[in-house]
């Protein structure tokens, strides 16, 4: 219950400099909408694919971020060494 994450990838090629540069290729004449030809292709959407793995991989991407928390006793000092059970508290945390 430690909200562990494994990425498993057949190969490191496919986080590899080539692999994110890789553009898509059209048959030889491919019109756009505005009616110009449409040359070279376009990025193939590898790199946003693996770097959105990679962040999730990493958690850092499927996760709300805590930047701080703050509890106490309701009327008491910040920060209790602690609390017992029925005692009102307010908890604060930053996202």
């Given at each position: 219950r430690n909200h562990a994450r494994v990425?498993?990838?057949g190969s490191?090629?496919?986080?590899s400099d080539w692999?994110?540069?890789?553009?898509?290729?059209?048959?030889?004449v491919l019109f756009?909408?505005?009616?110009?030809?449409a040359e070279g292709g376009r990025e193939s959407g590898n790199r946003a694919f693996t770097r959105e793995v990679a962040m999730w991989?990493?958690?850092?991407?499927?996760?709300?971020?805590v930047d701080s928390v703050v509890y106490k006793a309701v009327g008491g000092p910040d920060q209790p060494r602690a609390v017992r059970v029925g005692q009102e508290v307010e908890y604060r945390i930053a996202v």
């Open positions: 990425v498993v990838a490191d090629e496919l986080f692999f994110a540069m890789a553009r898509v290729t059209y048959p030889s756009t909408a505005g009616g110009g030809k991989g990493f958690q850092e991407k499927g996760m709300l971020r």
